[in-house]
């Protein structure tokens, strides 16, 4: 179904298609293997935990067969309902051997464009926002990002709240936002933005997250001369490096 746009002024039909992300190569997840210490492929899997059967709202009796509680008749397994209760995850190798990850080493492999593996070290979670001097941009850049989450900076004692509110002070008289790159962990990394917040006569920092910036690939042409010039939103041409994934310190046994 086609989409339109309904002003005051005009009512037209317009195409649509999802803006690409124009930081994916950057921000990408990668690809991870997890493996033994003798290379074995490993595969997260989710195993039922506890689980029943019912049918006709009656709780079934699974042995090696489904039987109706009340009258002994054979349930088929296809009329049962499987009520799933809960369920956990369980790291099965190729030889289907569980690995217990508190008593066993697991490796990990980034699969490279080429499909060679490459060991790498997860990220530890990050804890320090550090915002050197050019890292700090207008704040209408936000704007085109797509944000994932929210919080809040903040502190309980007065000499750290006069510090975080004269740092407030300065970069809302900038007009200015920080970034900087983040982890929460594992593999994956986004950007944060680092914004001073005045509401209702109060302030507070405010962390957004973002790993999404829409790349606009349909831009039309003016089909009139302006008349009244439009102050376009400035871009940010570069973007803090986001760290590389680590090589594992000591290298993994050969795979085999």
């Given at each position: 179904?086609?989409?339109?746009?309904?002003?005051?002024?005009?009512?037209?039909?317009?195409?649509?298609?999802?803006?690409?992300?124009?930081?994916?190569?950057?921000?990408?997840?990668?690809?991870?293997?997890?493996?033994?210490?003798?290379?074995?492929?490993?595969?997260?899997l989710?195993?039922?935990?506890?689980?029943?059967?019912?049918?006709?709202?009656?709780?079934?009796?699974?042995?090696?067969?489904?039987?109706?509680?009340?009258?002994?008749?054979?349930?088929?397994?296809?009329?049962?309902?499987?009520?799933?209760?809960?369920?956990?995850?369980?790291?099965?190798?190729?030889?289907?051997?569980?690995?217990?990850?508190?008593?066993?080493?697991?490796?990990?492999?980034?699969?490279?464009?080429?499909?060679?593996?490459?060991?790498?070290?997860?990220?530890?979670?990050?804890?320090?926002?550090?915002?050197?001097?050019?890292?700090?941009?207008?704040?209408?850049?936000?704007?085109?990002?797509?944000?994932?989450?929210?919080?809040?900076?903040?502190?309980?004692?007065?000499?750290?709240?006069?510090?975080?509110?004269?740092?407030?002070?300065?970069?809302?008289?900038?007009?200015?936002?920080?970034?900087?790159?983040?982890?929460?962990?594992?593999?994956?990394?986004c950007?944060?933005?680092?914004?001073?917040?005045?509401?209702?006569?109060?302030?507070?920092?405010?962390v957004?997250?973002?790993?999404?910036?829409?790349?606009?690939?349909?831009?039309?042409?003016?089909?009139?001369?302006?008349?009244?010039?439009?102050?376009?939103?400035?871009?940010?041409?570069?973007?803090?490096?986001v760290?590389?994934?680590?090589?594992e310190?000591?290298?993994?046994k050969?795979?085999?």
């Open positions: 179904m086609p989409w339109r746009l309904k002003t005051s002024s005009i009512d037209v039909e317009v195409s649509y298609k999802k803006c690409p992300n124009k930081l994916r190569e950057s921000l990408r997840e990668p690809n991870i293997k997890l493996r033994t210490e003798t290379g074995e492929l490993i595969t997260p989710r195993v039922v935990a506890t689980s029943k059967y019912q049918w006709q709202n009656k709780e079934l009796k699974a042995e090696i067969k489904l039987v109706d509680p009340e009258t002994n008749k054979e349930i088929p397994l296809a009329e049962a309902l499987e009520v799933l209760g809960h369920y956990k995850e369980k790291l099965v190798t190729e030889s289907g051997r569980i690995v217990d990850p508190d008593n066993e080493e697991i490796y990990h492999y980034q699969v490279l464009e080429d499909d060679s593996e490459s060991p790498v070290k997860p990220f530890k979670p990050f804890n320090l926002f550090d915002i050197p001097e050019e890292n700090w941009v207008p704040s209408v850049i936000i704007e085109s990002f797509d944000i994932l989450s929210t919080y809040e900076l903040f502190s309980e004692r007065p000499i750290i709240q006069r510090q975080l509110f004269e740092e407030a002070e300065k970069r809302l008289k900038q007009d200015k936002i920080g970034i900087c790159a983040w982890s929460f962990g594992k593999f994956k990394q950007y944060a933005f680092v914004c001073p917040t005045v509401r209702e006569g109060k302030f507070v920092w405010v957004k997250f973002a790993d999404y910036q829409p790349e606009l690939v349909h831009l039309m042409d003016i089909p009139a001369k302006v008349t009244i010039p439009f102050k376009e939103a400035p871009t940010l041409k570069t973007l803090p490096p760290q590389a994934l680590v090589i310190v000591q290298q993994a050969k795979k085999k």
